[in-house]
């Protein structure tokens, strides 16, 4: 036999469910807002469960054990980098700017005799070394009238240094000198009344100029003897 249900009773349960539904709708998203308040938290990881807590400190453990273990010994320089970092700080602590020979300067830049004397003279003995005053290039080597012989030198300013009357050279064109190079050999060839070295210094433009304020300017006093 069929078994009828009032309608009064359909309708009450349609009303039961569908409030239910919207009743669970409405807890879903009352936890998940709850939830994104306690991401943003500072104060909420006490809220954490224990095993989210767990699960962090795993996470945590895994990275650290990833770390390479090369970065987890003591750090030291390589060899190689030490060594080209003596280099560079030698050169940087090198002089550039020397003496070219030990004598004392005996003559000065100026009028002398009559005649410009473009240069200032150090009197020295015979075959001793002439030391490149400057870092620089050769740019001429060999017999010049007056001189005997010179060597011309692009120092590392721009200027041109010239040294006269040696004896013998020992640089040829195109070689590169560091300050405190020899170079050559003091004489008296060309015109010289005894064993000295001549030198000069020409600017970009050719002309002379004293040696004496620009060797000063570079932090060397030739005036004083080193004997």
């Known amino acids: 036999m069929p078994v009828t249900v009032p309608l009064s009773r359909l309708r009450g349960t349609g009303r039961y469910r569908s409030v239910a539904t919207r009743a669970a709708a409405v807890t879903a998203v009352v936890g998940a807002t709850l939830t994104a308040l306690a991401a943003t938290d500072p104060h909420a990881t006490h809220e954490l469960a224990g095993d989210s807590v767990a699960n962090a400190a795993q996470i945590d453990g895994a990275f650290t054990a990833f770390t390479p273990r090369e970065a987890q010994m003591p750090q030291v320089v390589p060899q190689p980098v030490l060594d080209f970092l003596d280099g560079l700080h030698a ?54 009238s007056g001189f005997g012989l010179w060597v011309r030198v692009l120092q590392d300013d721009g200027t041109i240094g010239v040294y006269g009357h040696m004896q013998d050279i020992l640089v040829q064109v195109g070689q590169q000198l560091r300050a405190g190079d020899i170079l050559a050999t003091v004489g008296s060839r060309g ?27 570079r932090g060397m006093d030739v005036a004083m003897s080193t004997d």
Do not use: C, N
């Open 91 to 144: 050169e940087q602590a090198r002089p550039k700017t020397v003496r070219p020979v030990a004598g004392p300067l005996t003559s000065g830049f100026g009028i002398r005799w009559g005649a410009m004397h473009a240069g200032i003279d150090f009197g020295e003995g015979f075959g001793a070394p002439i030391h490149a005053i400057t870092d620089g290039t050769v740019i001429e080597a060999g017999p010049a």
């Open 191 to 217: 015109y010289s009344t005894g064993p000295h070295l001549h030198y000069e210094v020409h600017t970009g433009g050719g002309a002379p100029v004293d040696p004496l304020p620009y060797l000063a300017g």
